[in-house]
């Protein structure tokens, strides 16, 4: 993967000022081209010199300085490529606010962006599928309309998507191309992680008394039990409605939610949802968040090119792990059958 701590733009690539040590927030076609390798043949390789976004590949320099050479077979690197299949963004707004001082998480991402970075993925990258994440709960969000407004903007962009690509009968559409079967079939996917964070926030917050918990099951249910993604997100500001969002408390310079950070409602303890109150603490919630990317990327593949399937897909992945819902598996068992325990208060099914 590349960490760009921006957003994936044809203005950020082989740009100096946007790459270590100037800055952050920009991308190398050289990464790309040496990814690209990996993807077509793995090679371990043992990088000797990072050189700062300098050529490091033996595919592109002759000279055996600061190269990345071949740990296994010092005189073969094979310098063929192959395009990705599947790409994720885990779209970091947060940085794009402190780097262009944009006045909100909203106005960080808008559609001329999101359409930007989804097809530099399919036209660079050579992906026929783009998984976009929901960008979820946060220190560095202060307003819960700023994350709902953003993110009702990703699942807008991904629906327009689908009505752009695929005709009347379900079947794949190419305005250029007509009904052509040999064009590969694109398809833009939602992983909900901000569901996924509402739901450890709500649960957290219930138990540690930021929410009585009749209000509180209240929410969980409705928010189960809603109908699409936009009815999901209106549903959430009850958070910040009840006051749960907005109660913070100041660790070092920075605020912290009491209902993500917290361990207790005074904050003796800590929860084990983040550690930060930026990232999520991967021992307790990576196995959803990795299931429910597996999940996604299988939806990718076994779609056939109609509309439905894929969006039924999609729905179910979200639904299943991206939540707190006890996870269904292929024996028609419950998570509990396998005696799974976490210290996480109250989200026993993480």
Known sequence: GIRVTGLFLKSRKDYPRHMAPN????????DVREMKRLVHQWQQV????????EKTSPCEIQDEVNVTRNATTENSYNCKE??????????PLEWEIFRKGKPSLNASLTWEILDEIVHLSFDYLGAS???LQTSPIQNNVKNLSDLVL???????YVREFDANTYNATGNVFNLSLGNNTNVPKRKVLVMDIFAYSVFMFLQNSIEIGLLSREKGQALKTNLNQATNANTFLEMTMELDHAGAYNRTIKVGKHPRHVGQYCGDIDCRSQSLISRDGIHFCMRETGGRINAGLACLVQCSINDEGVKMKA??????????YMSLNPIPWEKGQEIDAFNVSTKLIGLENY
């Open 129 to 131: 599928t783009v998984i």
């Open 82 to 91: 192959k395009n990705f299949d599947v790409v994720v963004h885990q779209l």
């Open 23 to 30: 800055g952050g927030g920009g991308w190398l076609s050289y």
């Open 46 to 53: 043992e990088p000797i010199d990072t050189a700062y976004g």
């Open 150 to 156: 953003v993110n009702k903007r990703i699942w807008d």
């Open 311 to 320: 969006r039924e897909c999609e729905k179910r992945c979200n639904s299943n």
